[in-house]
């Protein structure tokens, strides 16, 4: 029952983050048109690499948002056009969004999925009234600030939750006494989300912003579904190392079901996509994004069952703590990510770009359910080590 617990507040904390963030994309899509949704997608996949630092590392989220505040303004200052000012904004916004998303995951590593989920409540419903107001201001710059402003709120409502606040002095010991695993999840956790946020470059290079905002809205059509996937994968690991403990044979079995459940999942919502949704339906939740976003809903979807797949075969590696074969894993996944999305940005636009990327995820998989094989041929039970093994 505790297990049920645990991924029933995972999936609705998850389900909130994920429509609150939804719901920014489908305001701003139907807001600011391709173009404009482009340049906002850049922001948002560049939101995701420092999100990803910040998670990586476990450091005060404070300390990241203050460097990205200087590095947008220089970049703001620098870009120029419309680009310009949605760095300028998304340095402006990082902190708050930092701290909020640390107030989270704090929460699940106590145990406390339930206080997570009323932190994201908090932004959801704060974010209305800010989302309004930008709309009626209608630039890019409002739609940060009202996003950003939305998790500053929950922020605060972090620190009345448990009474704390970042203990500033405590930096440099915690990454002291985690430099064995802050640097190789930095690496593992940037990696990918590095190599999306230069493939996103890349293709408004090569084929225009509008491009970048057409891939941007045929993800935000996976969306609910997205966060059923993201709120397992709260939990993935933790009941992993549970499944290890009653056997290896548990754990494949296990991570087999994880995969294949979550893969078979993302198919069947897209299917729902191509049958359910006509133009009237896209038209109203995207409204000019659709037309090009559309044309993408297949290849994105593969993308999130590829994706799903690895989830099942990374929380076993994980469980393992294969902490090598995770990162080897990570690094082809990234790699072949970026080469076959900038690649077929350059053969075919966004259309190009999303079936390489499909192709990649389809061999990141392969890669990742290769180390749990290697990693479970290799494993032998604490029960099984000998004792002068342990006392060396």
Not at 40 to 56: D, E, H, K, M, Q
Request: aromatic share 8%; hydrophobic share 55%.
């Amino acid at each position: 029952m505790s297990t049920v617990i645990r991924l029933t507040w995972g999936l609705a904390d998850q389900a909130v983050s994920s429509m609150t963030n939804f719901a920014v994309g489908v305001v701003v899509a139907r807001a600011l048109g391709p173009v404009e949704f482009g340049v906002f997608s850049l922001a948002w996949v560049t939101y995701t690499v420092v999100l990803n630092i910040s998670r990586g590392l476990s450091t005060d989220p404070l300390v990241a948002g203050a460097l990205c505040v200087g590095v947008g303004l220089i970049l703001g200052a620098t870009v120029g056009g419309s680009v310009g000012p949605a760095f300028v904004g998304l340095g402006i916004v990082l902190p708050a969004l930092m701290l909020q998303d640390s107030w989270r995951f704090a929460f699940f590593a106590a145990g406390l999925g339930r206080r997570a989920f009323a932190n994201d409540m908090v932004r959801g419903i704060a974010l209305l009234p800010l989302m309004v107001l930008a709309a009626l201001d209608g630039r890019m710059l409002a739609f940060l600030l009202a996003w950003g402003a939305s998790a500053a709120v929950a922020a605060g409502y972090g620190w009345w939750q448990t009474g704390l606040r970042p203990a500033w002095a405590g930096t440099r010991t915690w990454l002291r006494d985690h430099r064995e695993l802050g640097p190789r999840y930095l690496v593992e956790n940037v990696s990918i989300s590095g190599a999306t946020q230069l493939r996103a470059y890349g293709l408004g290079a090569i084929a225009g912003l509008a491009d970048v905002g057409a891939v941007r809205g045929a993800e935000l059509l996976l969306g609910p579904f997205l966060a059923v996937l993201m709120g397992l994968s709260l939990v993935a690991v933790p009941e992993a190392s549970r499944m290890l403990r009653r056997g290896s044979k548990h754990l494949l079995s296990f991570c087999r079901w994880l995969g294949g459940i979550q893969a078979g999942a993302s198919l069947l919502w897209g299917v729902a996509l191509l049958v359910l949704v006509n133009d009237d339906i896209g038209r109203l939740v995207l409204g000019d994004v659709w037309p090009p976003a559309s044309e993408l809903i297949v290849p994105v979807t593969l993308d999130v069952a590829f994706a799903g797949l690895m989830n099942g075969a990374a929380a076993g590696v994980r469980a393992l703590g294969a902490a090598r074969r995770s990162l080897r894993a990570q690094l082809i996944t990234a790699g072949a990510y970026l080469s076959a999305g900038l690649a077929g940005a350059a053969l075919g636009g966004a259309a190009g770009s999303a079936w390489g990327v499909a192709i990649a995820l389809g061999l990141g998989a392969a890669a990742w359910w290769w180390q749990l094989a290697v990693g479970l041929a290799e494993y032998v039970p604490q029960s099984e080590v000998p004792v002068e093994s342990t006392t060396k």
